[in-house]
């Protein structure tokens, strides 16, 4: 493998672990502070997809796609939290799977009665239609864009949970509930500001793909399981952990699926190679968690106490 197609796959495993990060953001919120298991997440971000492509073809702006994209999640989210969600924060975690796993059902369904089963594409911005010039290489400006994104995420949510007074609450909420709603803090309304927030940061993660992938039924699934398994290899609860974990499942997955079948070609046919070279690349990430679970079960980057 040449150098400039090792960078720039290098980057490319950043950009993806970037991505993933605006995920699990929100949902490591959302499970390791609230401990809440929040399966449809990922159908938060096929709505921030969806509203970004109908905002985008609606009005040709990509700003406005991305407010549009973030605000439609924000208020479904924010209608899940009150009608649903607030309702099973006592219940034990098999009810929060059964109920977010209907409602990954019912918004996939919905998407395909109101769009149809085909995908809707997204045109990269013009002004990031371009390459930028990295150490000799041509890489494209707007993948350089969702990793200015995420990294303004990770400096954001780290001076929400660990500056301001709500940081200081969520920290105490997630350690003791019932002291802090004794000292008088509104719990309910902290937990759905927290969901809400995921549902935006979800949202963001949708409308910053949207150029990048199709944007159809179902979507959200697969990077949903991938987003789990960044979860607890950085921590759960650990924001941190979350961005250092997503960086390295980014690179993990992308590196291994361009160089696992050219090692396997020194040592099988080209054909055999190119077929189970990339089914063995898919594996990676879990044999990654696994490792971690046995070495390090709280996570890499567990999120500190007190």
């Given at each position: 493998m040449s150098a400039s197609l090792l960078f720039v796959q290098l980057l490319n495993g950043l950009q993806y672990g970037v991505l993933l990060f605006l995920l699990a953001a929100g949902l490591t919120l959302v499970f390791g502070i609230m401990s809440f298991v929040n399966l449809a997440h990922g159908s938060l971000y096929m709505v921030g997809a969806y509203a970004a492509a109908l905002a985008y073809a609606a009005s040709g702006s990509f700003a406005l796609a991305v407010l549009a994209a973030m605000g439609a999640a924000l208020a479904v989210g924010l209608l899940l939290e009150v009608a649903i969600v607030s309702r099973l924060y006592r219940r034990d975690h098999l009810d929060h799977v059964l109920a977010t796993f209907g409602l990954v059902m019912f918004f996939n369904e919905l998407v395909r009665l109101v769009w149809g089963p085909q995908p809707l594409f997204v045109q990269v911005p013009e002004v990031l239609a371009g390459t930028v010039q990295v150490f000799g290489f041509n890489y494209p400006s707007y993948r350089f864009a969702i990793i200015a994104v995420g990294l303004l995420v990770a400096i954001g949510s780290y001076w929400l949970i660990n500056k301001t007074r709500v940081g200081m609450l969520i920290r105490a909420g997630a350690q003791n509930p019932q002291l802090v709603g004794a000292l008088g803090v509104n719990i309910g309304l902290l937990n759905a500001m927290l969901f809400g927030v995921g549902a935006m940061l979800a949202g963001l993660a949708g409308a910053m793909a949207g150029p990048l992938l199709s944007v159809q039924s179902g979507m959200g699934e697969p990077v949903l399981i991938t987003t789990?398994?960044?979860?607890?290899?950085?921590?759960?609860?650990?924001?941190?952990?979350?961005?250092?974990?997503?960086?390295?499942?980014?690179?993990?997955?992308?590196?291994?699926?361009?160089?696992?079948?050219?090692?396997?070609?020194?040592?099988?046919?080209?054909?055999?190679?190119?077929?189970?070279?990339?089914?063995?690349?898919?594996?990676?990430?879990?044999?990654?968690?696994?490792?971690?679970?046995?070495?390090?079960?709280?996570?890499?980057f567990p999120a500190r106490r007190g």
């Open positions: 789990l398994v960044v979860i607890v290899i950085g921590g759960i609860g650990s924001v941190n952990g979350a961005l250092y974990a997503a960086l390295i499942v980014g690179v993990v997955d992308t590196l291994g699926r361009v160089l696992l079948p050219l090692l396997m070609r020194q040592v099988a046919e080209r054909s055999v190679a190119d077929a189970a070279g990339p089914a063995l690349a898919s594996m990676l990430v879990y044999l990654l968690m696994a490792l971690v679970l046995a070495l390090r079960p709280q996570g890499l």
